[in-house]
C-alpha cells in the first residue's frame, strides 16, 4: 500500500487514497484487532428452592423476597448486595439435600456447593466447586464396616451486622445469665454459682439474697428504671426469648449473651457446649444466636422429667464454637475449641419439581448464606463454543461466519480448575469439537502471578510473553473482574485495565467476559448502558454483545445494533447455546427429509421461498441445523476437511 500525503487533503483526493480491505474475524460482528464484550448474568440457572430462609442484617427472608439491591450475608459473614434474581423457575430436578445437624434444603441439580471432598480415609480433603447433581453421584464412601459421609460444606464465619444506633440496655451477659436463670416475672435470678452474683454487682447492681440460692437484683446504680422496668422495655418480662436488637449485636455483645445462657442453663460435654431448655422460643433463639457467631450447632427435643414426673419437652441446642463459649472457671476449664468447621451431608434425595429461583451476590467469591443454619452455597459455557468456532472447528457461531480461523488463548479466572475441566469434559462428551492444536488454556493457578492484576506492569508483560509466541487471532479473558485490582466503576481505573490488556495481547482480537449489574428481562434496551461498572468500558468495544436466556444482543461502534433469537440446551449440565430457527423448524425438518436433494445449496434452494428468507440465509440456518443436532442428540459429527487455518491478515 502506498504511503499517504501528509496535512489535508481535498474530498475527492481523500477518496481515492489507498484503503486497506475491511477485514471481519465473526463477518458484521468483530473486526480483526478488535476488542469486544460478553456479559450475562453470572451463574444463572443455579437455583434453590423460593422458601429457602436467607438471613439478612435485618432478620429472615425466604428466597422468593429476596431482590436486586437487597442486602444479604457473603459467605465470610460480610453483608453482601443482591446484584441480580431469575424469574421463578420451574419443572427442574430437584433434590432435597440433608445435613448432620437435620436441617434439609431444596437446590435443583446444577445448583453449586463449595464442598470439602475426601475421597478415602487416610488421603487428604479437598475443597472444590461442585454440583448438586455431582455430590449425588458420589454421596458417600466406604470406611471399613460402614459407610460415611464424602462431602461437607464449610460453616460461615460470625455474621457482621450494622453498628446499633442506641446502646444495649441491660449488659448482655446478665441479659443471658437472667434468661437461663432468672424468675420470668420478677427481678430474681437462681444460681449457686458465686461468679454470676459478682457479675451483677460488677454491672452496678444491687444484688441481695432472698433464700439459699436466689437472690433479688435492685436498684441500679447510675441507670434509669429497675430490672423489672428494663425487662418490659426489652418485652421479655414474662416472655422469655432474646429480643432481636440484642441477636444483631456486634459479635462480642453476642458472645456474652451466648456465655451467660451456657453459664446458667448450659453443660460441657467434651468438646460440645450443650443449652437445655423448656422454653421452645427461647431455645430457638439461642441457636439462632449460636448460628450467627459460626458455631456448628443442632437441634433436638428430649421428654423431660423430674423425680418421676413428665414436664412436658425439653430443648437441646448442641454448640461446637471456634471459641470458649463460657465464662464460668469450672466450665471454661478444659473446653476445647472446635477445628472441624463443616457441616457433612447425610443425604441427598430426587424430590418432586418445585418452583425454584437464583440470586447473584456482589462478592469476590460468589458465596451467600442460605438456610437456617446459614452455609454458603454459589452464583461460560457460550464463549468456549466461540472459541471453538475461532479455532476454525466451526465455520461460524450463533449464525456469525467465521472469516480468519486460527489459535485461540483462553483465560479462565473466575472458576476452579476442577469444575472448569468437567464442564470441557461435558461438552465434548456432547459433540462439541475442540482442537487440540488451536485452542489453548490458561486459568489462574497456570498463568503466572497469583493474584494476577493487569494494573501491575510487570503482570501485563508477563502476559504478553505468554500470548505473543503463539500467535493468537483471540484472546479470551474470562472475567473482567478477576483480571484488575482496580475500582470498577472509575474510568482511570478501566481504560488502564483495557489498555494493558489490549497491549498484552496485541495483534488478536480481545474477548472480555463479563458480568451484567442486573436482570435483564428479554426485552431490548440499551445494552451499551447496561453493562456494570464505568461506561469506558463498553465505550471503548468495537463489539458488545448481552447474552440472555433467549436472545443474543449485539451493538458496538463497529458494527450495526441487533440481536438473534438463541435457545439454551441443558446437556447433563453442560449448557449448549445456539440460534432458535422459531416457527420454521418444520420447512427445514422437511427439506432435510428430502431424498432428492443431494446437497445443502439444493436443500437451500427449496428451503428460501419457505421461510422467505435468501438462499444464502437459507444455507446458513441449515449449517446451523444440522450443527446444533449432532451437539444435542450427542452423535458423531460428519467428516469434515482437515483443519487449515487462514493466516491472520
Known amino acids: 500500500m502506498e504511503p499517504s500525503p501528509a496535512g489535508f487533503v481535498s474530498v475527492s483526493d481523500y477518496l481515492r487514497l489507498p484503503r486497506s480491505p475491511e477485514t471481519w474475524l465473526l463477518k458484521d ?10 456479559y450475562s448474568p453470572p451463574k444463572v440457572g443455579k437455583a434453590l428452592h423460593v422458601e429457602t430462609p436467607i438471613p439478612t442484617p435485618s432478620g429472615w427472608t425466604t428466597m422468593a423476597d429476596v431482590h436486586p439491591g437487597h442486602v444479604i450475608f457473603g459467605s465470610q459473614g460480610q453483608p453482601v448486595t443482591v446484584l441480580a434474581e431469575s424469574d421463578v423457575l420451574v419443572g427442574r430436578s430437584c433434590f432435597t439435600i440433608t445435613f448432620d445437624d437435620g436441617n434439609t434444603m431444596v437446590t435443583d441439580a446444577h445448583h453449586e456447593w463449595f464442598a470439602r471432598h475426601k475421597t478415602n480415609k487416610k488421603g487428604p480433603a479437598s475443597r472444590q466447586i461442585v454440583t448438586t447433581g455431582q455430590m449425588a453421584q458420589h454421596l458417600s464412601i466406604s470406611d471399613r464396616a460402614y459407610q460415611r459421609s464424602n462431602w461437607a460444606i464449610p460453616l460461615p464465619q460470625a455474621l457482621t451486622f450494622p453498628p446499633l444506633t442506641d446502646s444495649l440496655p441491660i449488659d448482655p451477659y446478665l441479659l443471658g445469665t437472667w434468661l437461663g ?28 439474697q432472698s433464700t439459699h440460692y436466689t437472690y433479688r437484683v435492685t436498684h441500679p446504680r447510675g441507670r434509669v428504671g429497675s430490672l423489672t422496668v428494663l425487662l418490659k422495655t ?35 460435654e467434651g468438646h460440645v457446649a450443650v443449652f437445655y431448655n423448656t422454653n421452645r422460643q427461647l ?115 450463533m449464525g456469525f461466519q467465521v472469516c480468519y480461523p486460527g489459535r485461540v488463548l483462553y483465560l479462565q479466572l473466575d472458576t476452579p480448575r ?6 470441557f469434559v461435558k461438552l465434548k462428551a456432547h459433540g462439541l469439537r475442540l482442537n487440540d492444536d488451536f485452542i489453548k488454556l490458561a486459568d489462574k493457578d497456570s498463568v503466572g ?6 494494573l501491575q506492569p510487570m503482570h501485563a ?33 478501566m481504560r488502564n485495565v483495557i489498555t494493558n490488556l489490549v497491549g498484552a495481547t496485541h495483534p488478536a482480537a480481545l474477548i472480555i467476559i463479563s458480568h451484567d449489574r442486573k436482570s435483564h428481562p428479554d426485552v431490548e434496551k440499551d445494552i451499551m448502558s447496561d453493562h456494570r461498572g464505568s461506561s469506558y468500558v463498553v465505550g471503548r468495544m468495537d463489539a458488545v454483545m448481552r447474552l440472555t436466556k433467549s436472545r443474543l444482543w449485539y451493538s458496538g461502534r463497529s458494527i450495526e445494533e441487533g440481536s438473534i433469537r438463541i435457545k439454551k440446551q441443558d446437556c447433563d449440565g453442560a449448557l449448549l447455546w445456539m440460534p432458535d430457527e422459531g416457527d420454521i423448524a418444520p420447512h ?36 446451523r441445523w444440522v450443527s446444533g443436532m449432532h451437539l444435542v442428540e450427542g452423535t458423531p459429527s460428519p467428516p469434515e476437511p482437515a483443519h487449515q487455518p487462514v493466516t491472520h491478515p
Open 418 to 423: 476442577t469444575t472448569w475441566a468437567d464442564r
Open 234 to 268: 426489652l418485652n421479655v418480662f414474662g416472655n422469655k426469648h432474646i429480643p432481636s436488637t440484642y441477636l444483631r449485636a456486634p459479635v462480642e455483645d453476642r458472645q456474652a449473651l451466648l456465655a451467660g445462657l451456657l453459664d446458667t442453663d448450659g453443660c460441657k
Open 29 to 38: 460482528l468483530l473486526p480483526t484487532g478488535g476488542v469486544a464484550l460478553m
Open 449 to 454: 502471578p497469583c493474584p494476577f492484576d493487569i
Open 181 to 208: 436463670d432468672g424468675t420470668s416475672r420478677a427481678n430474681t435470678i437462681t444460681t449457686a454459682d458465686p461468679e454470676i452474683v459478682e457479675a451483677w454487682r460488677r454491672g452496678g447492681w444491687t444484688v441481695t
Open 461 to 493: 508483560k508477563h502476559l504478553q510473553a505468554l500470548v505473543t509466541p503463539l500467535k493468537p487471532v483471540a484472546v479470551i479473558i474470562d472475567t473482567l473482574r478477576e483480571i484488575h485490582s482496580g475500582d470498577e466503576d472509575s474510568s482511570t481505573a
Open 588 to 623: 427445514i425438518e422437511q427439506v432435510l427429509a428430502n431424498t432428492s436433494l443431494k446437497t445443502r445449496r439444493d436443500k437451500a434452494r427449496v428451503l428460501a421461498p419457505l421461510i422467505q428468507k435468501s438462499e444464502e440465509a437459507a444455507n446458513s440456518i441449515l449449517r
Open 283 to 397: 431455645a430457638e433463639h439461642a441457636y439462632e444466636l449460636a448460628v450467627s457467631l459460626g458455631a456448628k450447632v443442632a437441634f433436638r427435643s428430649k421428654r423431660a422429667s423430674l423425680h418421676g414426673r413428665d414436664m412436658g419437652l425439653c430443648y437441646i441446642v448442641r454448640i461446637r464454637p471456634d471459641f470458649v463459649p463460657f465464662r464460668l472457671p469450672r466450665k471454661a476449664a478444659g473446653f476445647i475449641i472446635n477445628q472441624e468447621r463443616y457441616h457433612s451431608i447425610t443425604a441427598i434425595d430426587r424430590v418432586p419439581p418445585v418452583a425454584m429461583k437464583c440470586i447473584v451476590v456482589d462478592a469476590p467469591d460468589h458465596l451467600f448464606l442460605a438456610g437456617r443454619n446459614c452455609l454458603p452455597t454459589h452464583n461460560s459455557a457460550a464463549a468456549i463454543q466461540l472459541a471453538a468456532s475461532l479455532s476454525g472447528e466451526y465455520r461460524d457461531w
